[in-house]
């Protein structure tokens, strides 16, 4: 059983003020520039200067389609990701897709959770591992034991955290016209190094675990929202719905991609100007910009990092129990009281003491990390082709399969993703 809606989220979405639209697509490109993402850009921005900008004004529309689409298979359906694989598909299919997802995430929760208590140490020095367990605990707690409409509050003002990446490169001297040329005409090259650099952005931006929260976040607001049902049940509803999910997507996309470039932007300007070229974390790229640009720019790019874990962890966490929940029938939703979703909340904290325990392993990080992102590439692909698939049937989507111009966008982005694993296999043989 849910709790009651808050009064002013019965309103019609095209009365609701942009803060109230934004939400699920907000915070899910917020999270997106999780710690291990910011070691991306951080590394593509050290290595090639501003040379790979341009790729993250290409994605943009790939991933603003891709997050679209998963919003209205939620909305429409009333099902997550996970649920409708299930329902649809051979359960052996949905399962090995759900498994690869779990294992991607997990390890991405460990190397978010070690980059914050890296970056905490570095601010205020002690012992990364205690800060570690603190973080999880925090996280864990937040989202089992906070009401959902207060968490989904909380994660929305942790998107401000975001901001301390354009506060850094404008504290830069960055040659803003050569940024600008960059991206018009940029420096392309057949490289393998550049060309893995390209498959990192894409991965980076567009990842599987996005997806399945999304989806799962407009099922929970559907459910939060009085007189909301799920537009197969309710077709009348389709035109404020969609005109929502269209504006939280693309403000909460370009925000993503955006403060993605003012990282890029960042390194090129500070570490790449001045000959630091490898970054294999993103306290590393914090430590090295103490050096190149003072204190003061080290410090918002650290604190910023832990404000993005912060956000980062529960949409981890919970796009995991998500998909696992709905793939066995349980009982799943964050607006759920924890008794009445025990084994959805169960793997949420299961998920983060594995993130914590990985933290105490021997295993190396950054190769978990790689590792991590060829999962993710993997499982996007049947991912995004099933979805795609999904939306254009009419017994599952009633009248909403997708118009034309989304289904373009939508496989383009799926060819992407393909494009990017292709290349990444193709580099192993080298």
Request: glycine share 8%; proline share 5%.
């Amino acid at each position: 059983m849910t709790e009651p809606a808050e009064p002013d989220r019965a309103k019609p979405p095209d009365r609701l003020k942009l803060l109230r639209v934004l939400g699920p697509g907000l915070i899910t490109g917020a999270a997106d520039d999780d710690p291990s993402g910011i070691a991306t850009y951080s590394q593509v921005g050290a290595q090639f200067g501003y040379g790979l900008a341009w790729t993250l004004v290409l994605s943009y529309p790939l991933m603003v389609a891709i997050q679209e689409i998963s919003a209205r298979i939620g909305r429409v359906t009333g099902f997550g990701i996970g649920g409708n694989l299930r329902r649809h598909y051979p359960s052996w299919l949905s399962g090995g897709v759900v498994l690869l997802l779990l294992t991607a995430n997990l390890i991405n929760l460990g190397a978010d959770l070690g980059a914050m208590g890296a970056a905490l140490k570095l601010l205020i020095h002690g012992p990364v591992l205690i800060y570690v367990v603190a973080f999880g605990l925090l996280s864990a707690g937040l989202q089992i034991f906070t009401r959902y409409a207060r968490y989904v509050s909380i994660l929305k003002y942790l998107c401000l955290a975001l901001f301390s990446y354009v506060i850094c490169a404008f504290m830069a001297k960055v040659a803003w016209t050569d940024v600008a040329w960059a991206i018009v005409w940029p420096p392309l090259s057949l490289d393998a190094t550049y060309l893995m650099a390209v498959v990192a952005v894409l991965g980076t931006t567009i990842s599987p675990y996005l997806f399945f929260w999304q989806a799962g976040q407009e099922v929970e607001d559907e459910k939060e929202r009085a007189g909301a049902k799920p537009l197969v049940r309710a077709p009348e509803q389709a035109r404020g719905a969609f005109a929502r999910i269209r504006i939280d997507t693309v403000i909460g996309m370009a925000i993503s991609n955006i403060i993605a470039l003012f990282i890029v932007i960042t390194t090129a300007a500070t570490l790449h100007a001045h000959g630091v070229t490898d970054i294999q974390t993103s306290a590393q790229a914090a430590e090295a910009l103490r050096t190149v640009s003072g204190p003061l720019t080290f410090a918002v790019f650290a604190a910023g990092i832990i404000g993005t874990g912060l956000l980062a962890l529960p949409v981890l966490a919970g796009s995991a129990a998500y998909a696992l929940g709905e793939t066995l029938s349980w009982h799943v939703g964050l607006a759920r009281l924890p008794l009445r979703a025990k084994a959805f909340y169960a793997t949420i904290a299961v998920g983060m003491a594995l993130g914590v325990a990985l933290n105490f392993s021997p295993i190396d990080p950054i190769k978990a990390l790689y590792y991590s992102a060829v999962l993710n590439g993997v499982v996007a692909v049947p991912v995004m082709v099933m979805m795609m698939c999904l939306t254009m049937r009419p017994a599952i989507m009633a009248s909403f399969t997708l118009p034309r111009s989304l289904q373009v966008m939508g496989w383009l982005a799926t060819a992407a993703m393909a494009a990017t694993v292709v290349a990444m296999v193709a580099s192993w043989f080298e």
